[in-house]
């Protein structure tokens, strides 16, 4: 499951990426300096985390991960092969989700490929772009079905729902708010359109903005604006400040960010939000030589879940030991919840809940 950082050039995508990934992502003053997309890791903070480190005297923390991609920056035209035109979109088109970057700051010093820092135009620039390659493959499918219906009545139907989707996208809808039935969202599945994604929206500031207070800046206003119409997240933080904040040891950082007045990392939400926003949970398993967070999506079922860990363990499943965090850490350790007979034995067809900490047996 992968996140694409996306948006205009210079609007701070590769600083963002390298303080996500703490990697060092090419960053400079000018358009198009991401031409291959970087790929990285965001470690996903989570709490309950050390507290089962500490609970099994542990040698190993493993955290979940998100994979995060950043993708070249786009321009006006790029549905018609301008700036990286299709190799952007093609890269779009791999990700899960759409982390989409907006600058709301002004810096002379820095290049703005519109020469004026404007984020609901900047926004539309990107939307236009998606629409624009989605009507493309839709007429592309149109006419494909279109003649496949002269030959046979069963396809009118999709045709039907292609058109109607067409129009939807015409109107500047994006097709993730396409509100059809269930044969329209069997459709979607079928055509991998770029406005279906879903997206989270990050305004960065500058370091002066987030630490100085942000409630009256104007750009983020329209960010916001833009977003509660959209249904989607806005995220807010300082790209710059993240970067300096990665190479921080903890203890420095809570400091950091104390001073700053916040207790979260812009960084640290939007990975969360992301894990969120893909669908995503963690189960746990745990003991001395390891404690590990384990990614799936949400309603997952036990067998399927042991082989995240191993194939071998889901094709030999025989049934899971499952405790929730909360119990586990209520009675204090695995010996006492076994004890209070809270540990429980579930079978290959449970569907795994956020927070589970679990031993699977198997033979094979």
Not at 292 to 317: L, M, P, S, V, Y
Request: charged share 25%; glycine share 8%.
């Amino acid at each position: 499951m992968k996140l694409g950082i996306i948006g205009l050039p210079n609007v701070g995508k590769s600083t963002l990426f390298a303080a996500i990934t703490n990697a060092k992502a090419e960053i400079a003053n000018y358009p198009f300096c991401t031409i291959e997309p970087n790929v990285g890791i965001g470690v996903l903070p989570d709490e309950r985390l050390a507290v089962l480190f500490k609970m099994y005297n542990a040698k190993k923390l493993t955290p979940a991960t998100v994979d995060f991609v950043d993708i070249a920056g786009l321009v006006a035209g790029a549905a018609e092969g301008k700036g990286l035109g299709n190799k952007f979109l093609a890269h779009i088109r791999e990700v899960d989700a759409i982390v989409h970057v907006v600058r709301c700051f002004v810096d002379d010093d820095i290049i703005h490929v519109n020469a004026k820092v404007c984020p609901r135009a900047d926004i539309e620039i990107i939307n236009t772009e998606l629409a624009l390659a989605d009507l493309d493959m839709l007429e592309r499918r149109i006419v494909k079905v279109t003649n496949a219906a002269k030959a046979e009545k069963k396809y009118l139907g999709e045709l039907d729902r292609l058109k109607r989707l067409y129009e939807h996208v015409s109107s500047g809808q994006p097709t993730r708010n396409f509100a059809g039935n269930a044969d329209d969202a069997a459709i979607l599945e079928t055509v991998p359109l770029l406005s279906d994604k879903p997206v989270i929206y990050v305004a960065n500031l500058s370091e002066d903005d987030f630490s100085g207070g942000f409630a009256g800046n104007e750009c983020l206003l329209q960010v916001k604006e833009i977003a509660e119409a959209e249904k989607n997240t806005v995220v807010v933080l300082s790209a710059k400040l993240e970067r300096d904040m990665a190479d921080l040891l903890p203890d420095e950082k809570m400091s950091f960010l104390a001073d700053l007045g916040v207790g979260e990392s812009g960084l640290e939400k939007l990975i969360r939000i992301g894990y969120e926003t893909l669908g995503l949970i963690s189960f746990f398993t745990a003991g001395p030589p390891e404690v590990r967070a384990w990614t799936i999506k949400k309603g997952t079922n036990a067998k399927a879940a042991a082989g995240k860990i191993h194939t071998d363990i889901e094709r030999g499943f025989i049934r899971a030991e499952v405790i929730g965090y909360n119990e586990l850490v209520a009675c204090g350790g695995i010996s006492q919840a076994k004890e209070k007979g809270l540990v429980r034995l579930e079978g290959k067809d449970y569907i795994m809940q956020d927070g589970d900490v679990v031993f699977f047996r198997f033979n094979v």
